[in-house]
């Protein structure tokens, strides 16, 4: 609760809102339970410039619209006030009234803390500051858990179908519920990151919170801003990072949301030609307005500190890029120079990463940005958008099509997984295989492989031996990592059964072990960014479709990586490699452990000063069928 005062906000807050620069804003805007005078109560402020009256109506008052006004600011726009009697776990709304024809609505707060759970629509007074951390560990040292020369794998979860509780009706799981559970599975399953489906509230569970309404607020259905705090909290206890997936990119257009929100379009655009996603049926932010723009970035900034975020993946990034965004000649406007950007965006975007990066070096930004928008992850000072990461879509659509061919086509499409070599180093890349992969008829991770069951795990076992030895970090869709062969289905828990069978039970232990390896091993994560990291050992062997290729380490330590997408086994298959001696095969896809077939290279392989593919030593190894080995020079 805030200390005694007459007015929350300043003059100087008045200036800097009103200039957008306000970092904190919501620390004066939205609603704030205080003394004033020496009464308890709660202070309620909100931006509608171009309102005639706006009044608190709640459940202290029966909703009357007569009752408690608030008053305008200055040229300000922002009305505000003080209510006594009025604390934690009020329901409230604005009740606005336009200059414009009179026209009258109730609005949620834009900067509201707590929802009514839906389909109920009313904010709550909230007291967010009454949470004490444990994370004090994490928090100091996450800076080398989180930046570009760190091992980083994430989990990307959906809360709401994650894991249910079929025998209480198929309910979801609370925040304090799901917090044991998930980090002990995370932690089991050697994950470094869970990344969540937006959190923030928003009104249709079909949209999977990618129709937020509450910006500033933990979605009510799994419990208060305090359960979701103990959540992260706990999560960073067990060394697990959280990232939350961000919608800057559009806004749902219900009633109480911030569609025409004081009678004119004051967060979207006026124009039509810039103001709606025809696709997903939601209006576009206007970010040339500062005060919009300014939501926004303190938006950002209060996920990181008020709930100690470790990053921000910042969702259809594309989208707020172009102007003509899925929109046929003649339905957009071009900007001041003719051109198709959306310069208001990309300059907010860049303030964003700008602010985030000095604000918290510790933390993160993720672009999922799909297009070939040059620099999306370089620094604003070299013409960057700023991004920490990029989602490399491009690889991602590469290599289900590859994987999808009949073994016996995949020579034809050999280009299709080595041509992400070619530009893997342009960006600061993860590699995804997110929701999106798994939805709309998609079909799931396992339903996308050829062949038989055993060709199907093979094939995945495979693809994820591909993705982890590859530069990049990674990225797992909950269900993907022990080959769940329904789509997602945000209404129901996963198919957890499936693990009682042993190709389940096999892939899961096989992306556990990944997950491992890329921990303990530097040469698959210290220089992924870097051309030095990389060295292809051979990517023209098409025709029996086979790649291989050297990682390393910036201390010189170095793994040599061989995928055979075949289902036949090759035996006496020779690769050059750096240095002569002693290597020793050191993860194998095709190991039983992981329902394989059992082949290998057991022992020392002794590298012979026989020179092939450029380099002066070679060793003959077996090649598993449809799978993959990775070899380690031995130092014993």
């Not at 998930?182 to 928003?202: D, G, Q, R």
């Not at 949301?257 to 939601?282: A, I, Q, S």
């Not at 069978?501 to 556990?512: E, F, I, N, Q, T």
Request: charged share 20%; aromatic share 14%.
């Amino acid at each position: 609760m805030h200390e005694e005062q007459k007015t929350l906000l300043t003059d100087y807050d008045l200036h800097l809102l009103m200039e957008g620069t306000h970092l904190r804003a919501w620390t004066k805007l939205g609603a704030h339970p205080c003394k004033s005078n020496g009464r308890n109560g709660t202070w309620f402020a909100v931006w509608a410039p171009n309102a005639e009256s706006v009044s608190v109506i709640g459940d202290f008052n029966n909703w009357d619209e007569t009752k408690n006004p608030l008053a305008c600011r200055g040229d300000s726009g922002i009305w505000e006030g003080f209510i006594t009697g009025v604390g934690h776990g009020y329901l409230y709304k604005y009740a606005i009234t336009s200059r414009y024809n009179g026209y009258k609505v109730q609005k949620a707060d834009p900067y509201g803390f707590f929802f009514e759970i839906r389909p109920n629509t009313a904010s709550v007074v909230w007291d967010i500051s009454n949470y004490s951390w444990s994370d004090g560990e994490w928090m100091a040292t996450r800076r080398g858990k989180n930046n570009l020369n760190s091992p980083i794998s994430i989990y990307e979860v959906h809360l709401g179908s994650w894991m249910r509780v079929p025998e209480e009706g198929n309910r979801w799981l609370t925040y304090r519920e799901i917090a044991p559970k998930l980090a002990l599975y995370a932690k089991e399953m050697n994950f470094t990151h869970i990344e969540f489906l937006p959190v923030t509230e928003h009104p249709l569970d079909a949209s999977w919170g990618y129709q937020t309404i509450g910006y500033f607020a933990a979605t009510s259905r799994f419990g208060t801003p305090q359960d979701f705090m103990y959540l992260v909290d706990h999560l960073h206890q067990n060394d697990i990072g959280v990232i939350l997936d961000w919608v800057p990119a559009h806004f749902p257009t219900d009633a109480h949301g911030l569609c025409f929100f004081d009678g004119t379009h004051l967060y979207e655009h006026e124009d039509p030609r810039k103001r709606e996603h025809k696709d997903w049926g939601t209006y576009i932010f206007n970010y040339g307005r500062h005060e919009v723009a300014n939501f926004l970035l303190a938006n950002a900034l209060f996920w990181l500190e008020v709930y100690h975020i470790d990053g921000l993946r910042v969702d259809a990034v594309a989208s707020m890029l172009y102007l003509d965004y899925s929109r046929n000649e003649g339905e957009w406007v071009p900007n001041i120079y003719g051109g198709r950007e959306n310069l208001e965006a990309i300059a907010f975007l860049r303030h964003l990463n700008e602010t985030i990066y000095k604000e918290h070096p510790d933390t993160m930004t993720i672009a999922e940005e799909s297009t070939a928008w040059p620099m999306v992850s370089r620094p604003t000072y070299l013409g960057g958008l700023g991004f920490g990461f990029k989602w490399n879509m491009g690889w991602m659509h590469d290599m289900l099509l590859y994987m999808s061919k009949d073994p016996i086509h995949r020579k034809y499409h050999h280009n299709n997984l080595t041509f992400s070599l070619l530009y893997a180093f342009h960006e600061n890349f993860i590699l995804p295989f997110s929701h999106d992969e798994v939805v709309h008829g998609k079909g799931s991770m396992i339903g996308k492989m050829p062949g038989d069951e055993w060709q199907k795990f093979a094939n995945l076992r495979l693809l994820y031996g591909y993705m982890y030895m590859h530069p990049g970090k990674k990225l797992l869709f909950m269900g993907n990592e022990f080959g769940q062969w329904a789509e997602w289905n945000f209404e129901t828990s996963l198919d957890w059964h499936l693990l009682q069978y042993p190709p389940h039970k096999g892939l899961r232990k096989w992306v556990m072990d990944l997950n491992w390896f890329l921990k303990t091993t530097p040469a698959i994560y210290d220089l992924d960014f870097e051309p030095a990291g990389f060295e292809w050992i051979d990517c023209n062997d098409s025709n029996q479709s086979i790649v291989s290729f050297i990682r390393r380490a910036r201390n010189g330590d170095m793994i040599a990586c061989v995928f055979n997408f075949t289902p036949v086994p090759r035996h006496n298959y020779v690769i050059g490699v750096p240095c002569g001696g002693h290597w020793r095969e050191t993860i194998n896809s095709d190991r039983e452990t992981y329902w394989g077939s059992g082949q290998g290279n057991p022992g020392h392989i002794t590298a012979h000063p026989i020179p092939a593919h450029g380099k002066n030593y070679s060793v003959e190894i077996t090649i598993p069928p449809l799978g993959m080995v990775a070899l380690s020079p031995d130092t014993d």
